[in-house]
């Protein structure tokens, strides 16, 4: 809630109760003969110093409720209508090697890095729907496309925290240690039908070569031509560091360093192939930092289109000061015979 003058311009009024105060008017009967020895004589008055005060104070209050003092709010008024963005994100085995390099020099696997700018991505876009959609051997929705981030959060920190514990049990993980690409598009195309969406994209990540020899496998160039038809934009982005090593259990609680072997890395070919097909990008993150800026990147391609009104809900409030002022100057005038005294 705030305060605010309607008309503030009429405050310069109040230089006339200032003129009123200081500027003590003279009184008739200083040409009477007996004035000057009465005004040595007697104590001087205070009646004539009061009758400026309450005149001044009077005008002061009308001045001020001449200028409409307001009291309420700016209500802004945003519509939520952004577009549908589903990130497709890979499970495969490959998103444990820890290849990728923070900023403080740590080492941190692809799945870590992946997820921490997933969820900085989908914080940013408020007023999108945001779903959510997981690969390896086989694919699923996660996350329907909501406006609540929240649980988008949520559902990536609990998909991480599921994965992680069938690794450490020696398992490939909640859907297979390979990478379907083509189902993993082809699912995310489910959830973006609706047409009356201003806009409608998909950010496709990966780590590793498509899994032909899978028995469901999909041709993500032919998931890529349906996207096209359907005016869903794809973006990819291919997480591996080519010049980088991973930690590898050497035995005896030994930890060894060893290149990354081009089977680990994801087809950056493949990517732009499947991108180009579908009006999008394909784009490289080798490091943490590469990676926040990708998605900054496409952040800037797919912006969020805003409509934004914003009007006043203020209310006057002069209705007091105007009662009193009139009351102060009223009581002003009506004492002015009693208040003369000597100025």
Same mark, same amino acid.
């Given at each position: ?73 700016? #209500? ?101 240690? =390979? ?23 998909? #950010? ?13 496998? #999909? ?13 869903? =934009? ?63 990147? #496409? ?45």
């Amino acid at each position: 809630m705030n305060f605010r003058f309607a008309d503030p311009w009429l405050l310069t009024g109040v230089v006339l109760p200032l003129v009123v105060l200081l500027w003590p008017m003279p009184r008739g009967g200083r040409a009477f003969a007996p004035t000057p020895l009465a005004m040595s004589v007697l104590r001087p008055s205070r009646g004539p110093l009061l009758h400026r005060v309450l005149l001044a104070a009077g005008l002061l209050a009308l001045v001020v409720a001449a200028a409409r003092p307001q009291y309420g709010q700016v #209500i802004t008024e945003r519509s939520q209508a952004g577009r549908d963005l589903a990130l497709v994100i890979d499970l495969s085995g490959s998103m444990q090697v820890d290849d990728l390099q923070d900023a403080d020099g740590s080492r941190s696997d692809r799945l870590a890095g992946v997820m921490r700018a997933a969820r900085t991505f989908v914080e940013g876009r408020g007023d999108d729907r945001v779903g959510l959609v997981f690969f390896g051997d086989t694919a699923l929705t996660s996350c329907p496309l909501t406006y609540d981030h929240d649980t988008v959060v949520q559902f990536l920190e609990r998909t991480e925290r599921q994965q992680r514990s069938l690794w450490a049990e020696g398992k490939e993980g909640l859907l297979g240690g =390979n990478t379907n690409l083509g189902l993993g598009l082809g699912t995310a195309l489910k959830s973006l039908r609706d047409a009356k969406a201003l806009g409608r994209a998909i #950010i496709l990540i990966t780590d590793g070569v498509d899994s032909r020899q899978l028995r469901n496998w #999909i041709d993500p160039l032919v998931a890529a031509r349906q996207a096209d038809r359907l005016g869903v =934009n794809v973006y990819g982005i291919g997480v591996g560091n080519p010049q980088g090593t991973y930690t590898l259990d050497g035995g005896f609680g030994r930890k060894v360093l060893k290149r990354v072997p081009g089977e680990l890395l994801p087809d950056l070919s493949r990517l732009q192939a499947i991108t180009s097909l579908a009006n999008g990008s394909a784009f490289t993150a080798t490091d943490t930092t590469s990676l926040a800026e990708v998605f900054a990147k #496409i952040d800037r391609l797919e912006p969020t289109p805003r409509t934004v009104r914003q009007r006043d809900d203020f209310a006057d409030r002069h209705r007091w000061p105007l009662i009193i002022g009139l009351l102060l100057v009223a009581l002003a005038l009506t004492l002015e015979p009693r208040l003369r005294g000597i100025a």
